[in-house]
């Protein structure tokens, strides 16, 4: 009996009828459908707990444990003609011959694999931000209204020092702080958005370092802060106060860009303490993947990636957040299986690469691990033996037979595994043909 018909005894259905050596040609995709559920490297997972053969694993994929279910099928069929002798011999045909599913052998090499997992992702900007009128800018008067006589148009960036906006011809600048302005700074005041205002003055060039002092020490409104502030305001064309009074700056993390103006928010129209005058988002590139939750445990904050844009381009990463909630689409149901996920943010290394593009689809391969000078095999060339554990089915002048081995490390990306077992590099081992 051949290779193909031992293969095709263990399809699950009637069994295979045989005349002369030769299988009933019905049989063959049968088994080619079992031995195939090994073929997709998308299912591959990480390191093997132990030699179980089908619940034994950590998958990154769901699928993966239904994929070893049916080739178990496949293995029993193999394991048993192995012990048949069936394999032995240099008149054995080779697997696929004979009217049999199509396969095809790939060598066992030794090298260095890198454990890789490919996610999907959409590229975006890092946060997103609402600009109130706190109160008439320029006023100080701490509510009241004026007039919108310039606005930025949609997709303008603005950056420290520059104008965000003007009410009735006064300028309001942006500085940078995660403290929002809310109340007017004169000096001898002290407090964080008083850190915020010296630091930007030093970064504006209208103040340095060392005549503010130590940093411990920013956080208090002195004489410097008034003259350099009043630097500024010369530059802006303000008057001159070296006090800067509630709607005369907007603090954000960073750089804007404008997304939208606020409903109604036109020149002319009256910009009323509370109203929103403009939503803008960072300018800083951020990956967010929908992981499953089940595959928290695979990655990190620190993992590096590599980032394919839509171009075909590839950029370095690093995974920033691996979020701790998760969260479930209201269709997908509850317990197992759900489509429960979580968020991971990625940020750029260059993140210049991935210029004016927003929310655009990218996929994500993570590293989580790597190991030099080990065997490496085809993913799709590991069997599921009925008894526990795994094998690959070497072929060679001798014919063939299996080889019990022990998967290690997987590269999703690569469809590749580590194995340890009695194999050579150069050896040949069968995998599912196309």
């Known amino acids: 009996m051949s290779n193909t018909d031992a293969r095709q005894q263990a399809s699950g259905s009637a069994p295979a009828q045989v005349t002369d050596g030769q299988a009933d040609p019905c049989a063959p995709e049968q088994t080619a ?119 930025p148009a949609p997709g303008r960036v603005i950056r420290r020092g520059q104008v965000l906006y003007r009410v009735s011809g006064a300028p309001v600048v942006l500085l940078y702080g995660g403290s929002p302005a809310y109340r007017s700074l004169s000096q001898g005041m002290t407090g964080r958005d008083v850190r915020q205002l010296n630091t930007g003055l030093v970064r504006l060039g209208y103040a340095t370092a060392a005549a503010l002092g130590p940093r411990s020490g920013w956080d208090y409104f002195s004489g410097e802060t008034a003259y350099a502030l009043g630097r500024l305001q010369s530059h802006l064309g303000l008057t001159v106060t070296g006090t800067l009074p509630l709607g005369q700056a907007v ?135 009925p008894g526990g554990g795994y094998a690959v089915e070497v072929t060679g002048p001798g014919g063939h037979h299996l080889v019990s081995v022990r998967p290690r490390l997987f590269d999703d990306a690569a469809g590749a595994a580590q194995v340890t077992g009695n194999l050579t590099p150069g050896q040949r081992v069968v995998v599912p043909g196309i």
């Open 251 to 385: 603090f954000l993390p960073g750089p804007a860009q404008v997304s939208a103006l606020g409903t109604g928010v036109v020149p002319g129209a009256p910009a009323t303490a509370g109203s929103v005058v403009l939503t803008a988002t960072s300018v800083t590139p951020v990956v967010t993947i929908d992981l499953d939750a089940s595959q928290q445990g695979e990655v990190k904050t620190g993992d590096r990636v590599s980032i394919t844009l839509p171009d075909g381009a590839v950029t370095p990463g690093v995974i920033t957040q691996v979020s701790n909630v998760a969260t479930s689409s209201p269709a997908s149901g509850s317990g197992s299986g759900s489509g429960a996920t979580i968020t991971v943010l990625v940020s750029l290394a260059h993140p210049r690469a991935a210029v004016h593009l927003n929310q655009a689809p990218v996929v994500v391969t993570i590293t989580t691990g790597s190991a030099r000078n080990v065997l490496i095999v085809p993913v799709n060339a590991l069997l599921a033996q």
């Open 33 to 151: 459908v079992g031995r195939a559920a090994t073929a997709d490297p998308a299912h591959s997972g990480r390191r093997a707990d132990g030699d179980a053969a089908v619940t034994g694993y950590r998958r990154r994929g769901r699928g993966w444990a239904v994929a070893l279910v049916a080739v178990a099928v496949v293995a029993a069929g193999v394991a048993g003609a192995d012990a048949a002798g069936l394999f032995k011999g240099a008149g054995s045909p080779a697997a696929g011959r004979g009217g049999g599913y199509q396969t095809g052998t790939e060598a066992v090499r030794r090298g260095t694999l890198t454990e890789q997992t490919q996610q999907n992702g959409t590229l975006g900007n890092a946060g997103s931000y609402t600009v109130v009128v706190p109160s008439s800018p320029g006023s100080g008067s701490g509510s009241g209204s004026g007039t919108y006589t310039w606005l």
